[in-house]
């Protein structure tokens, strides 16, 4: 599903522009501007790819092809590895919701840490507030939510419990 920041590429008849979707070992599932998805093999020099990545992909039989080339990414969002560095985790990401709740426990730090890594990959962040309903027994939780409302990050209310 190609996304607003690029056209669909035809090459010619055996290529084309696709996403990844799915990833697992030296084999990535792709689709199509069509919705179609076609399991790939990776070429050697292409094992970083990740799901939002935007390939050419060539193909070799029915339902099967190989991913040829890897298009330039707009966004990544990567994550620390002990000893290694940063490892990307998806690619050309417009953006993120992050899910949080109540219970079992509110993490500011865990929101902070994810918005941080929103921030520095540009990716636009909104906060969804699970369990919506259950605030009245966390008023401090309330509070802090207003702080980062302030601070201009859109927060979604949600409960499957109607209030």
Same mark, same amino acid.
């Given at each position: 599903m190609p996304n607003n920041h690029s056209k669909t590429v035809f090459l010619d008849e055996t290529r084309e522009e696709a996403v990844v979707v799915s990833r697992f070992g030296a084999e990535a599932d792709v689709e199509l501007a069509s919705g179609v998805q076609v399991r790939c093999h990776l070429r050697r020099k292409l094992q970083n790819l990740v799901c939002g990545d935007r390939v050419i992909y060539e193909k070799k039989t029915a339902g099967k092809g190989v991913i040829v080339k890897h298009l330039k990414r707009?966004?990544?969002?990567?994550?620390?590895?002990? !000893?290694q560095g940063l490892k990307p985790i998806a690619a050309n990401i417009d953006q993120i919701g992050i899910v949080v709740s109540p219970e079992p426990e509110f993490s500011n730090l865990i929101l902070d840490k994810y918005l941080v890594a929103c921030e520095q990959a540009k990716i636009?962040?909104?906060i969804i507030f699970n369990k919506s309903d259950r605030l009245v027994d966390y008023p401090e939780i309330e509070e802090q939510l207003k702080v980062f409302s302030r601070l201009? !990050?859109?927060i979604i209310m949600t409960s499957v419990v109607e209030s």
């Amino acid at each position: 599903m190609p996304n607003n920041h690029s056209k669909t590429v035809f090459l010619d008849e055996t290529r084309e522009e696709a996403v990844v979707v799915s990833r697992f070992g030296a084999e990535a599932d792709v689709e199509l501007a069509s919705g179609v998805q076609v399991r790939c093999h990776l070429r050697r020099k292409l094992q970083n790819l990740v799901c939002g990545d935007r390939v050419i992909y060539e193909k070799k039989t029915a339902g099967k092809g190989v991913i040829v080339k890897h298009l330039k990414r707009f966004s990544v969002l990567e994550r620390p590895i002990r !000893y290694q560095g940063l490892k990307p985790i998806a690619a050309n990401i417009d953006q993120i919701g992050i899910v949080v709740s109540p219970e079992p426990e509110f993490s500011n730090l865990i929101l902070d840490k994810y918005l941080v890594a929103c921030e520095q990959a540009k990716i636009a962040p909104m906060i969804i507030f699970n369990k919506s309903d259950r605030l009245v027994d966390y008023p401090e939780i309330e509070e802090q939510l207003k702080v980062f409302s302030r601070l201009g !990050y859109p927060i979604i209310m949600t409960s499957v419990v109607e209030s």
